[in-house]
Every structure is written in C-alpha cells, then in structure tokens.
C-alpha cells in the first residue's frame, strides 16, 4: 500500500516536456498539399518553390495557414501579432520527400516532433537559411553528413535566427542583422491577410 503514494509522486514529477508531445499527438490531421496552396507572407504559390513547406491549424478552422518554408512556418509561432490558437504546426518530413524540389503532398510531421538541421548548404523556398525537418533523428543525422549543420529540437531553434535575416552563408545560431524578413506583407488562404484577430 505504501508504494501506491510514491508512485503518484514519481508521475507529478514527470518533465513538462512532455506536454509538446501531448499536444503534437492530440492534433488534427495535415491538409493534402495542392497547387492552390498560397504562402502565407509571400503570396505566392508553395509548389513554384524548392524546399521543405509548412502549415498551421488553427482553432475554429480547418484551412490550413499554408508557408512557402519551414522557418517561416517557425516564425509565425514566434511572432507577438500572429495567432496563438495554435492546434498543429506541420512541415515537411525531408527524410521522406520525393527531392528537394519537390518536398511531397503529404509527408507532414508535426514540428514539435521534428529534428531540424541548422547551418546546412541548402535554401528554402525563398533563398534563405532554412531549418531543414526531419521525423527520423538517423534521416537527419545523415542530412547533415551530406549538406553540414546540426539537427536541433523546435524548442531548441534561436530565435534570433528564425526571425532574422540569415541569408548567404551565416552560420546557424549566429546572431543576424535585425531585418526581420518573415514580417512581409501576409496573405491568408490566397486573400489579403486582415489586421491580426484573437481565435
């Protein structure tokens, strides 16, 4: 009888955690990647770009916010105007994609469960730095024996770094020029983006 109140103190005092993964395995499904699919600070299509993509669920509707990048897909989770009615964050699994131009409909892992490797020789869709994601550590682990850089954890990304101007060669982490080239202006599901609403 004694064990049963120490086993409850063990359980109270599991990491916090783990509450991403909780969140990442409660999200809704990803949407299938199509043509129609317009990014969201670009306004332009995700399939004319190389790279891996992303997109956001948000709560109260099931289209998806759709990003020409995974780092811009980060950026939007990071950003103060942006909504924090976040239910998923997908971004394409590398590991699985067909190549890097064509990153696939529907390899999506959710980005809380993700590898992502920094500093690496490739660009994303816009040119810029990306953080390359991966749901297989090995598969990430062999990106960067290939292209360099290192795989970090979505929790683990700078945000200086996301938020930043890393083009050209800046290693990953570093800390860049303060444009913030992310905060272009937005388009939501192909229209014009509205002035930032709470969901």
């Not at 990003?67 to 950026?75: E, G, H, K, L, Y």
């Not at 990071?78 to 190549?99: F, H, N, Q, W």
């Amino acid at each position: 009888m004694r064990r049963l109140p120490v086993l409850l103190m063990l359980l109270a005092l599991l990491p916090a955690a783990c509450d991403d993964e909780t969140t990442a395995a409660k999200a809704p499904p990803p949407v299938a990647l199509t043509r129609e699919a317009i990014g969201h600070y670009c306004g332009m299509a995700l399939l004319e770009h190389p790279g891996p993509k992303g997109q956001i669920l948000l709560r109260g509707d099931d289209r998806p916010i759709w990003f020409t990048s995974a780092r811009d897909t980060v950026a939007f989770t990071l950003l103060d105007e942006e909504s924090k009615a976040i239910r998923a964050i997908y971004v394409s699994d590398m590991g699985t994609a067909p190549s890097w131009d064509q990153p696939g409909p529907d390899n999506w892992v959710e980005a809380r469960r993700a590898w992502f490797v920094l500093g690496s020789d490739r660009r994303g869709g816009m040119g810029a730095e990306e953080a390359v994601p991966f749901s297989d550590r090995a598969a990430a682990d062999r990106f960067v024996a290939q292209h360099g850089g290192r795989a970090l954890r979505l929790a683990e990304l700078p945000r200086d770094w996301v938020l930043g101007d890393v083009g050209g060669g800046a290693e990953a982490g570093a800390t860049p020029a303060p444009a913030v080239e992310h905060a272009h202006e937005g388009h939501q599901h192909g229209a014009p983006a509205p002035a930032p609403q709470a969901h």
